[in-house]
């Protein structure tokens, strides 16, 4: 086609050498010829671009949700005791969830869901203080460490926020205690820290359900990954096994984010962790799950062995 456009513009420039100019049915003629080779490169072009951003979108979601579950496995690391439902669902003056609810702060218009709760030993170096004491100066300041509580939530914003898409995204809290700063003027810890207290009657769970925080302020968590599937928008496929507990149970909707608990080893806690990002909202706002697109919801998972260890009696 090239070619054939070629000769006829080749014959009308020197036809016109001669007439000194183009007819409009010529002109019309050339600009026909040439829409219908533009046309196809065109299109061409867009849909190669479509695909690229399409492409680049899954890429990004599945890097993102790598990366933070190597994040989570890399924290649990020294875990020392994970929260199972009956924790993240306690009810009364004393229940775990009634306290994460006031120690951990939600954004405005969202809706936060405690997915994953634990305890861990964060070890300190020897130039970190406990209490105002530089560790390095303490007679047994060998494997120092405090005692931290870590919660991951799913926050599902109604409307998009600011720097945030308008599906969920994982925030990552941590209650720390007893730990200052290097140079010891600032506390680091949240106002009105409580540890976890092992006295009392009960088994473990019983004694760990007890704890109550009593903070001045909630804390304010760290987006750990955007980009979550949000509550409600599909089924993520999780088949626990009898030994282990679905957190959250199916019935609640929740499917960007699951946690499989071992209740079979409470101390020493594993867990297998799940996250389905949403590529899709990375192209549109209203993206909700479906059959069709269901390459833009990619899943992985990462199995978690808890290391620490607690005192107990």
């Given at each position: 086609?090239?070619?054939?456009?070629?000769?006829?513009?080749?014959?009308?420039?020197?036809?016109?050498?001669?007439?000194?100019?183009?007819?409009?049915?010529?002109?019309?003629?050339?600009?026909?010829?040439?829409?219908?080779?533009?046309?196809?490169?065109?299109?061409?072009?867009?849909?190669?671009?479509?695909?690229?951003?399409?492409?680049?979108?899954?890429?990004?979601?599945?890097?993102?949700?790598?990366?933070?579950?190597?994040?989570?496995?890399?924290?649990?690391?020294?875990?020392?005791?994970?929260y199972d439902l009956n924790g993240l669902n306690g009810t009364g003056d004393n229940g775990i969830s009634d306290e994460l609810g006031n120690s951990l702060s939600c954004p405005a218009n969202a809706t936060c869901q405690p997915i994953l709760a634990f305890w861990k030993r964060r070890f300190l170096s020897r130039t970190d203080r406990i209490n105002g004491t530089v560790v390095g100066s303490l007679t047994n300041n060998n494997d120092a460490f405090v005692y931290s509580l870590v919660a991951y939530s799913l926050v599902d914003a109604s409307n998009?926020?600011?720097?945030?898409?308008?599906?969920?995204?994982?925030?990552?809290?941590?209650?720390?205690?007893?730990?200052?700063?290097?140079?010891?003027?600032?506390?680091?810890?949240?106002?009105?820290?409580?540890?976890?207290?092992?006295?009392?009657?009960?088994?473990?769970?019983?004694?760990?359900?007890?704890?109550?925080?009593?903070?001045?302020?909630?804390?304010?968590?760290?987006?750990?990954?955007?980009?979550?599937?949000?509550?409600?928008?599909?089924?993520?496929?999780?088949?626990?096994?009898?030994?282990?507990?679905?957190?959250?149970?199916?019935?609640?909707?929740?499917?960007?984010?699951?946690?499989?608990?071992?209740?079979?080893?409470?101390?020493?806690?594993?867990?297998?962790?799940?996250?389905?990002?949403?590529?899709?909202?990375?192209?549109?706002?209203?993206?909700?799950?479906?059959?069709?697109?269901?390459?833009?919801?990619?899943?992985?998972?990462?199995?978690?062995?808890?290391?620490?260890?607690?005192?107990?009696?």
């Amino acid at each position: 086609m090239l070619s054939s456009l070629r000769f006829i513009l080749k014959s009308q420039l020197k036809r016109q050498s001669n007439r000194g100019g183009f007819t409009l049915i010529e002109l019309l003629v050339a600009l026909i010829m040439a829409a219908l080779i533009i046309t196809p490169v065109l299109g061409f072009m867009i849909n190669f671009l479509q695909t690229d951003r399409r492409e680049q979108a899954k890429t990004t979601t599945e890097q993102d949700i790598q990366s933070a579950l190597d994040y989570i496995a890399q924290d649990m690391q020294q875990a020392v005791y994970i929260y199972d439902l009956n924790g993240l669902n306690g009810t009364g003056d004393n229940g775990i969830s009634d306290e994460l609810g006031n120690s951990l702060s939600c954004p405005a218009n969202a809706t936060c869901q405690p997915i994953l709760a634990f305890w861990k030993r964060r070890f300190l170096s020897r130039t970190d203080r406990i209490n105002g004491t530089v560790v390095g100066s303490l007679t047994n300041n060998n494997d120092a460490f405090v005692y931290s509580l870590v919660a991951y939530s799913l926050v599902d914003a109604s409307n998009a926020e600011k720097d945030w898409s308008s599906v969920a995204r994982i925030v990552r809290y941590e209650l720390r205690g007893d730990l200052t700063t290097k140079d010891g003027s600032i506390p680091s810890d949240p106002a009105g820290f409580v540890p976890f207290n092992l006295e009392g009657s009960g088994n473990l769970s019983v004694k760990m359900n007890r704890w109550a925080g009593s903070p001045t302020t909630a804390q304010t968590g760290a987006t750990l990954v955007d980009y979550i599937d949000e509550p409600g928008s599909g089924t993520l496929t999780v088949s626990c096994s009898t030994n282990e507990q679905r957190i959250p149970p199916p019935n609640t909707g929740i499917n960007g984010f699951v946690v499989c608990l071992n209740l079979l080893q409470r101390t020493i806690p594993t867990a297998q962790v799940y996250i389905r990002g949403n590529a899709f909202a990375r192209l549109q706002n209203n993206a909700p799950y479906s059959e069709g697109m269901s390459t833009f919801f990619p899943k992985s998972s990462v199995l978690v062995r808890g290391n620490g260890f607690l005192f107990t009696q």
